[in-house]
C-alpha cells in the first residue's frame, strides 16, 4: 500500500495542490477555512510529510530572525558578530537571517517588534513579561517557531531555549566569591533588570549558595544598573562609600562602569562578572576581575540557527539541544 500524498490531502480537502502547499508551509494568502480542511484532510489520510525531501527538492529558503537588543555592551555586540559571522556559510545553505534589534528592557518595543515578524522562525533575547509571553504563544500559533537565546521564557510556549543553564551559573559565581573573600563583610549584586529571567535566575542561584554556605559575608539588597556602564559605576561607588565592600557580584553588563569604580576603590573587592568581553579581559589582566563566567556566543548562535531548522523541518529536539557550556576565566587561562 503506498503513503498518502499531497495530491490525496488536496481532493480529500477539495482544494488545489498550492493550497495545500501554502499551509504545509505557513504561507500568508489562505483562508481560515481552507486551512482548517487541508489540516483535517492532513489527518485522515495520514498524510506524513518528508520535510528533508521536500526541501532539497524545492530548495527551500529558510527565513530566520534573531530578535536582540541593540546597543554597544559588549557582551551583545560579540553576540551579533557571532550572527554575522554566519551569515555567508548559511546562505550556501538556503538560510537567510535577519538581525531585529530592539532597547533592552522595553517590553513595549519588544512586543511591537514581535507584532511585525514575518519568517518561519526566531531566536529572542526579550524581557519577561505577561506581553512578550502572549506574543511569544501567538507567533507559535501562526506557525512561527520561536527559541529563547540567553534568557529563557519557560511558560511562553516557546520550542526550545539556548543558553547556559543560568542558576546553575550564579552559584557558581557564589561558590568561587565565597572561597575568594577572606574573612566577613559585604557583597554587592548588581542586575541589569530583574524583568530578565536570565538575571533573575542568576541571582537564585547566587543567593542560595551564599546562604547556604557564607552567611557570613552577607548580601547587599540587589540593585540594578539597566546594563548602563555610567549607571554601575554610580551605583558601585555608592555602595563603596557607604561601607567596604567585600565582594562584587556584576550579573548583566555595564562592565566598563563596574572596573572604572573597582579601580577606585581601595582595597579592591573580589569582583566576579559574566561575558567575557574586551573589557572584562583587559580586568582580568590587571587585577580588577577576579573571575569572568562566560558562554559562547558563536556556540548559541550556532545551536540557535540549527534548532530552528529542525523545528521548522518539523522534527524532534534532543534533550540538550541548546545547552551551552559554562566556562570560567581567570587571570591564568585568558
Known amino acids: 500500500m503506498t503513503s498518502p500524498t499531497v495530491r490525496d490531502v488536496a481532493a480529500l480537502a477539495d482544494v488545489s495542490l498550492a493550497t495545500v502547499d501554502r499551509v504545509l508551509n505557513n504561507r500568508k494568502g489562505v483562508s481560515a477555512k481552507a486551512i482548517a480542511k487541508v489540516r483535517a484532510a492532513v489527518a485522515q489520510s495520514g498524510y506524513i510529510r518528508n520535510l528533508a525531501a521536500a526541501n532539497l527538492s524545492q530548495r527551500r529558503v529558510y527565513r530566520f530572525c534573531f530578535v536582540v537588543p541593540a546597543g554597544d555592551t559588549g557582551f551583545i555586540a560579540l553576540l551579533q558578530n557571532a550572527i554575522e559571522a554566519q551569515r555567508s556559510h548559511l546562505m550556501q545553505r538556503q538560510i537567510l537571517i535577519q538581525i531585529v534589534p530592539t532597547r533592552a528592557f522595553d517590553v513595549a518595543g519588544q512586543v511591537a517588534v514581535l507584532r511585525s515578524l514575518d519568517c518561519d522562525a526566531v531566536a529572542l533575547m526579550v524581557s519577561e513579561s505577561p506581553e512578550i509571553q502572549e506574543e511569544v504563544s501567538r507567533l507559535m500559533a501562526a506557525g512561527i517557531q520561536v527559541v529563547t537565546l ?155 540557527v540549527e534548532i530552528m531548522r529542525q523545528l521548522t523541518e518539523g522534527r524532534d529536539l534532543p534533550p540538550d539541544a541548546g545547552k551551552i557550556r559554562l566556562n570560567l576565566y581567570c587571570r591564568e587561562n585568558i
Open 150 to 304: 540567553v534568557a529563557d521564557l519557560p511558560q511562553s510556549g516557546r520550542s526550545a531555549y539556548v543558553g547556559i543553564d543560568n542558576v546553575a551559573a550564579g552559584r557558581t559565581a557564589a561558590e568561587f566569591m565565597g572561597r575568594f573573600v577572606h574573612g566577613a563583610g559585604p557583597v554587592l549584586m548588581i542586575a541589569g533588570s530583574l524583568t530578565s529571567r536570565d538575571h533573575t535566575e542568576r541571582l537564585m542561584g547566587f543567593r542560595l549558595v551564599m546562604q547556604e554556605r557564607f552567611e557570613t559575608l552577607g548580601l547587599l539588597p540587589v540593585v540594578e544598573g539597566s546594563d548602563d556602564a555610567t549607571t554601575v559605576e554610580r551605583l558601585v561607588l555608592a555602595a563603596a562609600a557607604a561601607q567596604p565592600l567585600a565582594g562584587i557580584y556584576a550579573i548583566g553588563a555595564g562592565n566598563r562602569g563596574l572596573v572604572r569604580a573597582v579601580n577606585a576603590i581601595t582595597p579592591k573587592p573580589v569582583t566576579i562578572v559574566h561575558e567575557l568581553t574586551p573589557t572584562s579581559r583587559a580586568g582580568l589582566r590587571d587585577g580588577t576581575i577576579t573571575l569572568v563566567l562566560d558562554q559562547d556566543t558563536l556556540a548559541a548562535t550556532a545551536a540557535a
